[in-house]
């Protein structure tokens, strides 16, 4: 069974990059879609974007201008790195594989809790 | 972006109960619509997809319906590992969007 595993600073400070990494165990990248997800605190969920066959990339217009999602197929991640940080990024972020045939994330990672503060 | 209005926000049920949550599109998605349970501290978990389908592995208690732009989640008989919150996601365009999320509670 394929798990996921986010992993990346707790506490980020304004102004600065935020870097999460996705651990996939238990299968490849494969041809799924990687996608990054947001939870703000007492709102709801936010999706970031996607990476496809470790090159193919897709955002949230919102977001694209300080996003970037990359992979390392070799090693089974998926990278997150959003730019120029606000108290408004502060969320839980989440790692969710989605399959090309099943139109759902049916895989998620547990979250990571990021705080954006000085 | 397509708005998903999910009602009710909140609902408080009691075990062997039937429950009904409904997810409303501001457009026509096809029928492109996941149900997912979210319990604190664990990941996300598929439960349906394309509105109706339900995922391997997952209890025949749970079900989803569409009616053109409204689309349900009906859990048959709540048992005790069925209190989470429950949210809709639609992928029919990008950017995906999701709703807002209904926490059930023990009555």
């Known amino acids: 069974q394929v798990q996921l595993q986010e992993s990346g600073p707790g506490l980020v400070r304004p102004s600065e990059t935020l870097s999460l990494t996705c651990s996939v165990s238990?299968?490849?990248?494969?041809?799924?879609?990687w996608n990054w997800v947001r939870q703000p605190p007492g709102k709801g969920l936010e999706w970031i974007g996607f990476?496809?066959?470790?090159?193919?990339?897709n955002y949230n217009p919102p977001l694209q201008s300080r996003v970037t999602i990359s992979a390392d197929t070799s090693k089974n991640l998926v990278y997150l790195s959003l730019r120029s940080l606000t108290a408004a990024d502060t969320a839980v972020y989440y790692c969710?594989?989605?399959?090309?045939?099943?139109?759902?994330?049916?895989?998620w990672g547990q979250g990571i809790p990021v705080t954006v503060s000085s | 972006d397509i708005q998903l209005t999910q009602s009710p926000s909140f609902l408080s049920a009691s075990v062997g109960d039937k429950v009904t949550i409904t997810c409303r599109a501001s457009q026509g998605i096809n029928n492109r619509l996941a149900w997912y349970q979210h319990q604190v501290g664990k990941a996300p978990k598929l439960l349906i997809y394309a509105a109706s389908t339900l995922q391997s592995g997952v209890p025949s208690r749970f079900s989803g319906s569409a009616s053109g732009t409204e689309f349900t989640l009906t859990i048959s008989s709540l048992q005790p590992d069925d209190f989470a919150t429950y949210f809709c996601q639609q992928l029919n365009i990008y950017p995906w969007t999701f709703g807002q999320g209904t926490k059930v509670e023990i009555k």
């Open positions: 238990g299968g490849s990248l494969g041809s799924y879609y």
């Open positions: 990476i496809y066959q470790g090159r193919t990339t």
């Open positions: 969710a594989r989605e399959s090309v045939v099943t139109p759902g994330f049916v895989s």
